[in-house]
């Protein structure tokens, strides 16, 4: 729990967030060896970052010329801070913040590639072993492994600090670190591939980063709009599963089985969201969590808002234009205006070729056709659907609707 918040402050001092990791650790060592025999101390956060401090000091001095060294690292002031006593640590607790902040914002560094940023946020961040990550992404340690090096080598190489963007470099930059959070949202919202439709620990891990940006940057309504709409998304996990975890879509879900105190957690995000963002409109992620919260505030499918639904589309498309929006756009309209409107904007998106390869192209249209009473040519659908698409779970239901089963 406090394994970000020491490596944040102890790379401020060194500059690397390699080294920083490293020094972290071995303070952690220490604890293991000293806690046993002396007890736990009164304040362990605090300990445990004086201790890795104390290591960076002891490092930089080792250096052969310590003056160029610091001048590298940053000012003589951070050698101050680097010797506060664990009296003086809850004076400094709001500087630890902004440094957690930074090394979020490093470790999301564009400089990086998208599985990078992922994997290094999940290890540094999220304090997921290289294991655990692995795992959860169907790859090898050893990938992770020098996936993760190689970042942090890059972050060095490119001499990227620990410090929360200014001015006209934070939007850029917020967007690259709330994009990442929600890339392992919906990787466990919806996995790719694999056995298993949902994968729970990567939804949980999103969810609580997300609460750590909204404590860290509480002014950001990006921040509590992506909380907002991953809180609501997870609010259904439990039924969006079957007896034998086969997937069970949005209007087919029992919603006595939806989380309401999680979303009642989410609506509240989502109005001071809406409240930060009224000098500058709304952002992509609170109108996603807009969308959302029309559907955790129907208590049945029948009841659904599906024309507040379309609009809400209409002003994404024009905030982040993109095909996939308007495929569901075509979604919302089928239930707002019939499902014939709603085909004709799918059979343009499938003339542009835009989602070629994309699987819910296919199974959207395959809907539409089977609710239009085109049944040979829905099932078609279904089928192209199921070769496109590459988890197991989902395959196997889109097979099902392909041979009329569902």
Same mark, same amino acid.
């Given at each position: 729990?406090?394994?970000?918040?020491?490596?944040?402050?102890?790379?401020?001092?060194?500059?690397?967030?390699?080294?920083?990791?490293?020094?972290?650790?071995?303070?952690?060592?220490?604890?293991?060896?000293?806690?046993?025999?002396?007890?736990?101390?009164?304040?362990?956060?605090?300990?445990?970052?004086?201790?890795?401090?104390?290591?960076?000091?002891?490092?930089?001095?080792?250096?052969?010329?310590?003056?160029?060294?610091?001048?590298?690292?940053?000012?003589?002031?951070?050698?101050?801070?680097?010797? %506060?006593?664990?009296?003086?640590?809850?004076?400094?607790?709001?500087?630890?913040?902004?440094?957690?902040?930074?090394?979020?914002?490093?470790?999301?560094?564009?400089?990086?590639?998208?599985?990078?940023?992922?994997?290094?946020?999940?290890?540094?961040?999220?304090?997921?072993?290289?294991?655990?990550? &692995?795992?959860?992404?169907?790859?090898?340690?050893?990938?992770?492994?020098?996936?993760?090096?190689?970042?942090?080598?890059?972050?060095?190489?490119?001499?990227?600090?620990?410090?929360?963007?200014?001015?006209?470099?934070?939007?850029?930059?917020?967007?690259?670190?709330?994009?990442?959070?929600?890339?392992?949202?919906?990787?466990?919202?919806?996995?790719?591939?694999?056995?298993?439709?949902?994968?729970?620990?990567?939804?949980?891990?999103?969810?609580?980063?997300?609460?750590?940006?909204?404590? %860290?940057?509480?002014?950001?309504?990006?921040?509590?709009?992506?909380?907002?709409?991953?809180?609501?998304?997870?609010?259904?996990?439990?039924?969006?599963?079957?007896?034998?975890?086969?997937?069970?879509?949005?209007?087919?879900?029992?919603?006595?089985?939806?989380?309401?105190?999680?979303?009642?957690?989410? %609506?509240?995000?989502?109005?001071?969201?809406?409240?930060?963002?009224?000098?500058?409109?709304?952002?992509?992620?609170?109108?996603?969590?807009?969308? &959302?919260?029309?559907?955790?505030?129907?208590?049945?499918?029948?009841?659904?808002?599906?024309?507040?639904?379309?609009?809400?589309?209409?002003?994404?498309?024009?905030?982040?234009?993109?095909?996939?929006?308007? %495929?569901?756009?075509?979604?919302?309209?089928?239930?707002?205006?019939?499902?014939?409107?709603?085909?004709?904007?799918?059979?343009?998106?499938?003339?542009?070729?835009?989602?070629?390869?994309?699987?819910?192209?296919?199974?959207?249209?395959?809907?539409?056709?089977?609710?239009?009473?085109?049944?040979?040519?829905?099932?078609?659908?279904?089928?192209?659907?199921?070769?496109?698409?590459?988890?197991?779970?989902?395959?196997?239901?889109?097979?099902?609707?392909?041979?009329?089963?569902?």
């Amino acid at each position: 729990m406090e394994a970000a918040k020491v490596t944040a402050v102890v790379a401020r001092v060194v500059g690397d967030v390699g080294l920083a990791e490293d020094l972290a650790q071995d303070a952690f060592v220490q604890a293991l060896e000293q806690w046993p025999r002396d007890g736990i101390p009164g304040k362990p956060g605090a300990w445990l970052t004086s201790t890795a401090r104390r290591r960076a000091i002891d490092r930089i001095r080792r250096d052969v010329n310590l003056a160029s060294k610091l001048q590298q690292v940053g000012h003589m002031e951070e050698l101050r801070v680097a010797d %506060l006593a664990e009296a003086d640590f809850d004076a400094a607790l709001e500087d630890i913040d902004d440094d957690v902040l930074g090394l979020i914002f490093a470790a999301c560094h564009p400089a990086l590639t998208a599985q990078a940023r992922i994997s290094l946020t999940l290890r540094m961040i999220g304090g997921l072993t290289t294991r655990e990550i &692995a795992r959860a992404f169907l790859t090898s340690e050893p990938t992770i492994g020098q996936r993760i090096s190689r970042a942090k080598k890059t972050l060095s190489q490119d001499g990227v600090t620990i410090e929360v963007p200014s001015g006209a470099d934070l939007a850029p930059r917020l967007a690259s670190v709330l994009e990442v959070v929600y890339l392992i949202f919906n990787e466990g919202y919806a996995a790719t591939s694999g056995r298993d439709w949902v994968r729970g620990d990567l939804m949980e891990e999103a969810v609580r980063l997300g609460r750590v940006l909204a404590a %860290l940057a509480p002014g950001e309504p990006e921040v509590h709009g992506l909380l907002a709409l991953m809180e609501i998304q997870a609010s259904r996990t439990r039924a969006r599963i079957g007896r034998d975890g086969e997937p069970v879509l949005l209007l087919d879900q029992d919603r006595t089985k939806w989380d309401w105190g999680l979303i009642r957690h989410a %609506l509240a995000a989502l109005d001071r969201a809406s409240s930060l963002a009224t000098s500058t409109g709304p952002g992509p992620y609170l109108l996603q969590a807009a969308i &959302a919260a029309c559907h955790a505030r129907a208590r049945s499918a029948d009841a659904t808002d599906w024309s507040q639904i379309v609009a809400l589309y209409e002003r994404l498309g024009t905030v982040r234009p993109s095909p996939v929006i308007d %495929l569901n756009r075509a979604v919302a309209m089928s239930y707002a205006d019939g499902p014939a409107d709603a085909l004709v904007v799918v059979d343009a998106l499938v003339a542009t070729n835009a989602l070629d390869g994309y699987h819910l192209l296919p199974s959207v249209r395959g809907d539409l056709l089977s609710r239009l009473g085109r049944d040979d040519e829905a099932r078609a659908e279904f089928a192209r659907a199921a070769e496109m698409a590459q988890n197991d779970a989902e395959k196997a239901l889109l097979l099902r609707r392909a041979a009329g089963e569902a």
